[in-house]
T-cell receptor, first 116, second 118 residues
Framework: KAGVTQTPRYLIKTRGQQVTLSCSPI?????VSWYQQTPGQGLQFLFE???????NKGNFPGRFSGRQFSNSRSEMNVSTLELGDSALYLC???????????????FGPGTRLTVL | AQKITQTQPGMFVQEKEAVTLDCTYD???????LFWYKQPSSGEMIFLIY??????QNATEGRYSLNFQKARKSANLVISASQLGDSAMYFC???????????????FGKGTRLSVIA
């Protein structure tokens, strides 16, 4: 069974540009969550999508947005990049069926974004 | 609000020895789950073990076991027979179960860097 995949794995952008990251969840998983990891702030939740609807949102500015498609694949977009957006962006998927055991999140390898 | 505390920024352990990584949590919700993840230098978060708040027994997965003490709100990870490949960052995390309409996102601790020495 294929795991969570994220593309691209590495990305270098300059300030002011925008970027789109992609995440394909494990087959059968309907929930996709995004996290930002930085050395200073640690792991912080960005947002969660379930059946194409945003279900939870973290405390990030509006420059960070996301969406989910009917096949559960998700994208996140960051507009007007700032130096502080340099981070590892992790995507996680879960079945989220309502059963507690189906809420375990499985992570992808991450996309490492560097903003110059 | 949920909170996870990992008080050990770094730990060293001799190969083949056991090691305990500490984790305490804070929540007012009776229904929650506790998770441990391993993050090697490659960056991927690898799920290790899960403990539900209503589980009567401590979770075990191979060489990993979770020492769950609900009254103390602690969920320590025990790794038995450490191997060189266990060297990585380890994160404790939790989420509250709010029902099928949505559970709270994972909240992570700051992590513990484990170094296994030959």
């Amino acid at each position: 069974k294929a795991g969570v995949t994220q593309t691209p794995r590495y990305l270098i952008k300059t300030r002011g540009q925008q970027v789109t990251l992609s995440c394909s969840p494990i087959s059968g998983h309907r929930s996709v969550s995004w996290y930002q990891q930085t050395p200073g702030q640690g792991l912080q939740f960005l947002f969660e999508y379930f059946s194409e609807t945003q279900r939870n949102k973290g405390n990030f500015p509006g420059r960070f947005s996301g969406r989910q498609f009917s096949n559960s694949r998700s994208e996140m977009n960051v507009s007007t990049l700032e130096l502080g957006d340099s981070a590892l962006y992790l995507c996680a998927s879960s079945r989220s069926s309502g059963r507690v055991s189906d809420n375990e999140q499985f992570f992808g390898p991450g996309t490492r974004l560097t903003v110059l | 609000a949920q909170k996870i505390t990992q008080t050990q920024p770094g730990m060293f352990v001799q190969e083949k020895e056991a090691v305990t990584l500490d984790c305490t949590y804070d929540t007012s919700d009776p229904s929650y789950g506790l998770f441990w993840y391993k993050q090697p230098s490659s960056g991927e978060m690898i799920f290790l073990i899960y403990q539900g708040s209503y589980d009567q027994q401590n979770a075990t997965e191979g060489r990993y076991s979770l020492n769950f003490q609900k009254a103390r709100k602690s969920a320590n990870l025990v790794i038995s027979a450490s191997q060189l490949g266990d060297s990585a960052m380890y994160f404790c995390a939790m989420r509250e179960w709010t029902g099928i309409s949505g559970n709270t996102p994972l909240v992570f601790g700051k992590g513990t860097r484990l170094s296994v020495i030959a």
